[in-house]
């Protein structure tokens, strides 16, 4: 799995009903978000940015199960799209969510965790949980290309398609200790290589089976 990230905006407020709360929230596309900044070995810095419905193919399909998490944890959900909990909007501007908190979800510690970092201000971020479909389903589902010389000197990932699993709820410094340690695991193997076609170079490994055009 791998994670990107954004500030975006999110509210929380109490629900119509039983003691709940109500969390939306947006995710913004085609915003930057620093990878590394190059490290103290003067590498390049690494940027990535996720383009306007790159995550359509899931989103668009209801009975595809999307979960709303704190920090990418499967132990601690929020809302489901399948018990009809988080509804997510699609736009070229940022994909949105509405999600309902259960007064049983906000009972349970992390829940109530949760809702006390978000009411402190200590989490703020977003970041989506996906995946990008084997290069025979979707040939170019990612780039990667230069910055703009008079912005930087920053490779820049673009994301085009990619399967959404998952929304979380993370602090801006979990963000960047996943983006971190992801690097160094290599887990997925976000390559950075640019072809002469100024093309992300496809990797074998660990390809999803499940991605149907």
């Not at 905006?9 to 109500?22: A, P, V, Y």
């Not at 801006?172 to 640019?194: L, N, T």
């Amino acid at each position: 799995m791998l994670y990107g990230g954004a500030i975006g905006e999110l509210e929380l407020r109490r629900g119509s009903r039983g003691g709940g709360r109500r969390l939306t929230g947006s995710f913004p596309y085609n915003s930057n978000a620093v990878m590394s900044d190059g490290g103290r070995n003067g590498g390049r810095p690494r940027k990535e940015r996720i383009a306007p419905r790159a995550f359509a193919y899931r989103v668009e399909r209801p009975e595809e199960e999307i979960h709303l998490l704190v920090g990418h944890s499967y132990d601690r959900p929020l809302a489901s799209r399948a018990n009809g909990t988080l509804k997510l909007k699609d736009t070229d501007a940022a994909l949105t969510f509405e999600a309902d908190i259960s007064p049983e979800i906000l009972d349970a510690p992390y829940g109530r965790n949760f809702a006390a970092a978000f009411d402190s201000g200590l989490i703020r971020g977003i970041s989506p949980g996906f995946r990008i479909p084997p290069p025979r389903a979707v040939p170019k589902a990612e780039e990667v290309t230069e910055e703009d010389p008079a912005e930087g000197t920053a490779l820049i990932r673009t994301i085009f398609a990619a399967l959404l699993y998952e929304l979380s709820l993370v602090t801006v410094a979990a963000y960047r200790e996943a983006m971190a340690k992801e690097e160094e695991g290599a887990e997925e193997g976000r390559s950075w290589e640019i072809n002469p076609m100024g093309i992300i170079s496809p990797r074998p490994r660990h390809l999803l089976n499940r991605w149907r055009l």
